[in-house]
Structures are given as C-alpha cells and as structure tokens.
C-alpha cells in the first residue's frame, strides 16, 4: 500500500508562485510514475505534469509548460510541483499520483489519471486576479 500526502497548497495572487510537495510512504519509488492532476470545480480531473522516477522524464500540460516544474527527491521519497506565474484559472485541487512503471510504461501513462493507481487526499490552490 502507498500513502501520498500533499501540502503547500494556499491563497496567492495572480503572478505568484506556490511550491506543493507530495510526501510518499514507500522507501523507495525507483520504476514508478508519479504525478500531480488538478480538478477545479465543475470540471474533469486534468493531468498536469508526470515524472518517470527511473530516469526523470517528465510531461506537462500545454497550459503549464514553462510555468510549472515537477521534481523529485529521492532522499526524503518527496515529489515537488513548482507553481510560478501562477493565474486565476490554475484555481484547483492538486492531487498527487503514483503508479508502479517503468520508463516506457510511464510514457504511455503520460497525463492520464487513469493509468494512475494511488493518490493523495488533495490540496487546494486558490489564485486571485
């Protein structure tokens, strides 16, 4: 069983920035694909960035490429989604994601939730105009 818990999430103006962070229970995630998806009021679950931990590919959404950076830090089992530029339709809960997979696997999984079988309980983020 894995446990994800997010935090940083908040209350920001327009052009800020936030840094959430998804802390995982497992010692280890080698050979996983780990995410972060929004889903603001009234609308579907999105996949907003996805890391391969074997290897650090990455994907993001059209609409957060060049704002926000997803990482990882091995030593504290931590996954980091770095928020900048922040705008009021980025409004959402994150949610934090893992799935067993390889490389190749998690280029297929890329931003679909539903290739994606543990999640965390979520952390709101509010940007203001």
């Given at each position: ?5 997010e935090s ?85 809960m994150y ?35």
């Amino acid at each position: 069983q894995v446990q994800l818990v997010e935090s940083g999430g908040g209350s920001v103006q327009a052009g800020g920035s936030l840094r959430l962070s998804c802390a995982a229970s497992r010692d280890s995630f080698s050979n996983y694909c780990m995410g972060w998806f929004r889903q603001a009021p009234g609308k579907e679950r999105e996949g907003v960035a996805t890391i391969s931990t074997n290897g650090g590919r990455t994907y993001y959404a059209d609409s957060v490429k060049g704002r926000f950076t997803i990482s990882q830090d091995n030593t504290k089992n931590t996954l980091y989604l770095q928020m900048n530029s922040l705008k009021p339709e980025d409004t959402a809960m994150y949610y934090c994601a893992a799935h067993p997979a390889g490389t190749v696997a998690c280029r297929a999984i890329s931003l679909d939730s539903r290739g994606f079988g543990y999640w965390g309980q979520g952390t709101q983020v509010t940007v203001s105009s």
